[in-house]
């Protein structure tokens, strides 16, 4: 749940307040600080704590901002001289937090973590809409009932460090970012950050169905990749243990991860027990999808059609598949993730684990990482094996921690000289998330000649494993 801190003072902030009462904001926790009875209101929910003092002062600003790491924090005070102290005390106490500031004295706010919103120039707007000949803002086009949303990106969301073209837009489309107050050209390589603001269009329910999805920091995988997770079986090149363990895994999952439907595709069926069996692992779910092709269609025209026709946001595929050529194009092409079914029974799972690697990668899995967890209600547990202090490396654990605190769960990082593959092969009953690297599907003959530990984890045919695509 997020945390929200408001610092309220004046007429525009009670009229502020009333508003804010009377919406549903159960999603979120506010503290709201106020230095005058006149702002507040009869009704008080159950997520607002309320505290009177004189925000420019920071030592007691601070014993507040030092109990919570808060997600947002909003200024609307009445004086331009409380607006300035209290900018700077909030500054002094968190150098790099992203704030909003109501500012109806043009005061000059160079401070790119600053959300200014000036008056003067909000109140010009709405007037010059009334003039002939003037373009209309985004609000007034079309049909008016909000088929154009601005949307940012908060730290925590699943959608964070997702390249644009790996986002399910289906009936919804991103076709602006702003960036550090400019705009950013969107193209399908371009990866969402924190705190970016999107425009999208589209049908006004869909829309509000994007904004829940992109605002909340958990809960959603295997979303922002599509809705449903997809078994995919060929029975002429699996045996049947190796097909059923698949279902079992994926049903699994099914039943824990927010996804929409389980879809199983088998193909080149060729016993009738083993259909017997399969439909009788999945007889008590009703949202599935069983799908048999009796007619050898081939794996790239069933995935094509499938990956379309049911929004597929995952792959289930065992270590047997994983070695088809054509069901490794498709999948890379697809930039979907890929649950690896491994060996290890997936009830015994407890722990969700990363081995860090790149920082550039990892930053992006990370998300992934805690949304994962969080559903499966796993703990999480990163091994980092860094015997030399790596800048990077340092960076990546203390974002870790940063989205730890954000998404309100435990993280264990272990920081040794060790080989992270003598650390990793320790461990047993984990869930391993990777990157889906191409590299993870050539043959290595003899893997002593790599030291890359996303390869050479990859090849531990035991393990459960996500590998979730990203850009290098």
Do not use: C
């Amino acid at each position: 749940m997020k945390r929200v801190l408001i610092l309220l003072d004046g007429i525009v902030a009670k009229n502020l307040l009333k508003r804010l009462v009377e919406l549903d904001t159960s999603h979120s926790v506010y503290d709201v600080v106020y230095m005058n009875d006149s702002i507040l209101t009869g009704k008080k929910p159950v997520n607002f704590t309320f505290y009177k003092f004189d925000p420019t002062s920071l030592s007691k600003l601070k014993m507040i901002m030092s109990k919570v790491s808060y997600n947002d924090v909003l200024v609307v005070l009445g004086n331009k001289d409380d607006t300035v102290s209290v900018i700077e005390n909030i500054r002094t106490i968190n150098p790099t937090i992203n704030f909003n500031v109501y500012n109806e004295w043009d005061i000059d706010l160079a401070d790119k973590n600053i959300q200014n919103y000036n008056a003067i120039d909000i109140l010009t707007s709405g007037l010059i809409e009334r003039l002939p000949n003037v373009p209309i803002i985004a609000q007034n086009i079309g049909l008016k009932q909000g088929e154009i949303m601005e949307i940012k990106i908060p730290f925590g969301s699943s959608y964070a460090y997702r390249y644009i073209s790996s986002i399910s837009q289906k009936e919804w489309k991103i076709f602006a970012l702003y960036r550090n107050n400019l705009m950013v050209n969107v193209r399908p390589s371009l990866i969402l950050k924190p705190n970016d603001i999107i425009l999208v269009i589209g049908k006004p329910k869909v829309l509000l169905q994007a904004y829940a999805a992109i605002s909340m920091s958990s809960g959603h995988f295997p979303m922002p990749f599509g809705k449903n997770i997809y078994v995919y079986l060929d029975m002429y090149l699996q045996i049947e243990d190796d097909a059923l363990n698949a279902v079992k895994k994926a049903r699994y999952l099914h039943e824990r991860l927010n996804n929409t439907k389980l879809i199983i595709r088998v193909t080149r069926p060729a016993l009738v027990g083993t259909i017997d069996k399969i439909k009788d692992l999945v007889k008590h779910i009703d949202n599935k999808i069983l799908e048999f092709d009796y007619h050898n269609l081939g794996v790239l025209n069933l995935m094509t059609s499938d990956i379309k026709k049911y929004e597929v946001g995952m792959f289930v595929l065992t270590n047997t598949l994983l070695k088809d050529p054509k069901i490794i194009q498709k999948v890379l092409v697809s930039k979907k993730p890929i649950f690896k079914v491994g060996i290890e029974n997936i009830n015994n799972i407890k722990t969700i684990t990363m081995v860090l690697n790149s920082l550039k990668v990892y930053e992006q899995l990370s998300p992934i990482l805690f949304d994962i967890s969080s559903q499966l209600k796993y703990k999480v547990n990163v091994i980092n094996s860094d015997p030399i202090g790596d800048t990077d490396r340092t960076k990546l654990t203390h974002h870790l921690d940063s989205l730890a605190k954000i998404f309100n769960q435990e993280i264990k990082i272990e920081t040794n000289g060790k080989n992270p593959m003598d650390v990793l092969k320790t461990k047993e009953n984990i869930l391993q998330i990777l990157p889906l690297k191409e590299d993870m599907f050539k043959k290595r003959v003899i893997s002593f000649f790599t030291t890359n530990s996303d390869l050479l984890s990859y090849d531990l045919k035991y393990l459960n494993q996500i590998i979730i695509p990203i850009v290098e």
